[in-house]
């Protein structure tokens, strides 16, 4: 029956770095630290937890399909924007691809980056063009919208996974006024960089701003994403969304946390410290980053083999060779637990030295 499934599925789908854990259990590791899927070590806010425990009791029930309480919560801490919300950012990076992409539609992409756009475009009949960055990893705006021409859809992540680089205001609202297209502008991990996009958002029409609960909020396994949309485009966001997005519970919890300010600064200023130290006393250079993890070059190592002798010592991280658009010397490193960091620190510098 395998083949009555579309060719788009035929070929491999997204790609979980799964290899390193197998080496480092194999070594003996019981408890290796784990550093290559950017997440947020910290657990979550208690009151979300509280939040969330409290929401189970109703479950019987559809959660409310306006995920107002949600919403009403994003417009306290961010102000009088339009937004959506559905699950994971990543289901609102497909839903907007169903408003927009018919089957032959082109969508650019800047490169190289986060592989799930690509994924999520050829599933819709849609073909990716990728927009090179420069040397730096940074976009350069005319470049963009040249290359960009003619598609309908433009992705560009700031801070770039895995690169960690941010673009400045100027080269997106510069991209947005002479972009003709609709600019998805992916910001997962802004609340590490702090560079403040939304009020672009007045200026331009053609600007959606992604955003997670998954990183800095440490919600990643109750998949809440959420965008700031343009007026006019919510309504066509509603028409091709599943009825139902959030289940109440995870809504439940990502409202009280986006309401506990403190505990997500607490998180966000541990993480630029060990940002911060990375920089500083890792012996091969790092890419400057604004997100909770850092781009290494390991030249004139390769990324697979650092990535197995890091395994070998009980340090999981990611290699950048599955990302197209980047040559085979740079590791990804997430900023976890201080034991994890300092495990992180000392085994690099370990393998610098051989
Ligand atoms: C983690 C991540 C997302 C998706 O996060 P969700 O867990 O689906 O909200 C989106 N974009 C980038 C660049 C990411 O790294």
Same mark, same amino acid.
């Given at each position: 029956?395998?083949?009555?499934?579309? $060719?788009? !599925?035929?070929?491999?789908?997204? =790609? #979980?770095?799964t290899? /390193?854990?197998?080496?480092?259990?194999?070594?003996?590791? *019981?408890?290796?630290?784990?550093?290559?899927?950017?997440?947020?070590?910290?657990?979550?806010s208690?009151?979300?937890?509280?939040?969330a425990?409290?929401?189970?009791q109703n479950?019987?029930?559809?959660?409310?399909?306006t995920?107002?309480?949600?919403?009403?919560?994003?417009?306290k801490?961010?102000?009088?924007?339009?937004?959506?919300?559905?699950?994971?950012?990543?289901?609102?990076?497909?839903?907007?691809?169903?408003?927009?992409?018919?089957?032959?539609?082109?969508?650019?992409?800047?490169?190289?980056?986060?592989?799930?756009?690509?994924?999520a475009?050829?599933?819709?009949?849609?073909?990716?063009?990728?927009?090179?960055?420069? $040397?730096? !990893?940074?976009?350069?705006?005319? =470049? #963009?919208?040249?290359? /960009?021409?003619?598609?309908?859809?433009?992705?560009?992540? *700031?801070?770039?996974?895995?690169?960690?680089?941010?673009?400045?205001?100027e080269?997106?609202a510069?991209?947005?006024?002479?972009?003709?297209?609709?600019?998805?502008l992916?910001?997962?991990?802004?609340?590490?960089?702090?560079?403040?996009?939304?009020?672009?958002?007045?200026?331009?029409?053609?600007?959606?701003?992604?955003?997670?609960?998954?990183?800095?909020?440490?919600?990643?396994?109750?998949?809440?994403?959420?965008?700031?949309?343009?007026?006019?485009?919510?309504l066509?966001?509603?028409r091709?969304?599943?009825?139902?997005?959030?289940?109440?519970v995870?809504?439940?919890?990502?409202?009280?946390?986006?309401?506990?300010?403190?505990?997500?600064?607490?998180?966000?200023?541990? =993480?630029?410290?060990?940002?911060?130290?990375?920089?500083?006393?890792c012996?091969?250079?790092?890419?400057?980053?604004?997100?909770?993890?850092?781009?290494?070059?390991v030249?004139p190592?390769?990324?697979?083999?650092?990535?197995?002798?890091?395994?070998?010592k009980?340090?999981?991280?990611?290699?950048?060779?599955?990302?197209?658009?980047?040559?085979?010397?740079?590791?990804?490193?997430?900023?976890?637990?201080?034991?994890?960091?300092?495990?992180?620190?000392?085994?690099?510098?370990?393998?610098?030295?051989?």
């Amino acid at each position: 029956m395998k083949h009555l499934i579309r $060719e788009v !599925f035929q070929e491999e789908g997204y =790609v #979980f770095a799964t290899g /390193a854990a197998d080496i480092a259990r194999e070594a003996g590791h *019981t408890r290796p630290a784990r550093l290559a899927s950017n997440e947020n070590p910290f657990p979550p806010s208690p009151k979300a937890i509280r939040a969330a425990t409290d929401a189970l009791q109703n479950a019987n029930r559809y959660p409310d399909e306006t995920n107002g309480e949600f919403i009403a919560a994003l417009k306290k801490r961010h102000g009088d924007y339009r937004f959506v919300a559905s699950v994971g950012m990543d289901g609102i990076i497909d839903t907007v691809i169903r408003t927009l992409i018919s089957d032959g539609d082109r969508v650019a992409v800047a490169t190289p980056t986060y592989s799930y756009y690509g994924l999520a475009v050829r599933a819709q009949g849609g073909v990716t063009v990728s927009v090179p960055r420069k $040397e730096d !990893f940074s976009v350069d705006p005319d =470049v #963009f919208c040249r290359d /960009a021409k003619g598609t309908k859809l433009a992705f560009l992540c *700031t801070p770039n996974n895995p690169t960690g680089t941010t673009e400045t205001i100027e080269t997106i609202a510069h991209i947005c006024e002479n972009y003709e297209g609709i600019l998805f502008l992916d910001c997962a991990y802004i609340e590490f960089d702090g560079t403040d996009y939304r009020p672009l958002m007045k200026r331009f029409d053609n600007l959606i701003i992604g955003r997670t609960m998954s990183k800095a909020y440490s919600l990643a396994g109750l998949r809440v994403g959420y965008a700031f949309v343009p007026e006019w485009y919510e309504l066509f966001y509603h028409r091709a969304a599943t009825p139902f997005t959030l289940n109440m519970v995870s809504q439940a919890a990502a409202a009280a946390a986006l309401r506990d300010t403190v505990h997500v600064k607490t998180i966000v200023s541990v =993480v630029q410290e060990w940002r911060k130290r990375f920089i500083d006393e890792c012996p091969y250079p790092v890419v400057p980053s604004g997100a909770n993890f850092v781009m290494v070059d390991v030249t004139p190592r390769t990324a697979g083999d650092v990535v197995t002798e890091l395994a070998q010592k009980g340090v999981i991280v990611r290699s950048c060779a599955s990302f197209p658009g980047l040559p085979n010397h740079y590791i990804r490193v997430s900023i976890g637990e201080p034991w994890e960091n300092e495990a992180f620190i000392a085994a690099i510098s370990e393998i610098y030295r051989i």
